[in-house]
């Protein structure tokens, strides 16, 4: 049984920084690929970034580029999601997501993954 879950949320200032965790249980990381996800109020789930497992290859959105950085612990089945330069547009739950191989890259559709975890809400706010 896979389980995901995420970590690091909370509520930071503009400009500020978190890190979010994603770690899976009952995974061990091969073919994998993890992707995060936000979902604001009253708008679609959105693919932000992504990273294969067995190339390290990764992607990110434009509008998280240069300021986001994914990042894995293979031995740990844990990525992370380092969010620098934090804008109050951020704000949104963020959504970790596994897939145990894709043959699509990057790999941004929510349909694209199985195994999710609950979320954890980051807000930007002053």
């Known amino acids: 049984q896979v389980q995901v879950a995420e970590s690091g949320g909370g509520l930071v200032q503009p400009g500020g920084s978190l890190r979010l965790s994603c770690a899976a249980n009952?995974?061990?990381?091969?073919?994998?690929?993890i992707g995060w996800f936000r979902q604001a109020p009253g708008k679609e789930r959105e693919g932000i970034s992504c990273?294969?497992?067995?190339?390290?290859?990764?992607y990110y959105s434009s509008s998280v580029k240069g300021r986001f950085t994914i990042s894995s612990d293979n031995a740990k089945s844990t990525v992370y999601l380092q969010m620098n330069s934090l804008k109050p547009e951020d704000t949104a739950v963020y959504y970790c997501?596994?897939?145990?191989?894709?043959?699509?890259?990057?790999?941004?559709?929510?349909?694209?993954?199985?195994?999710w975890g609950q979320g954890t809400q980051v807000t930007v706010s002053s």
């Open positions: 990273i294969s497992i067995n190339d390290g290859a990764k």
């Open positions: 009952g995974v061990t990381f091969g073919y994998h690929t």
């Open positions: 997501a596994i897939t145990p191989y894709s043959d699509h890259w990057p790999t941004i559709y929510p349909y694209a993954y199985q195994y």
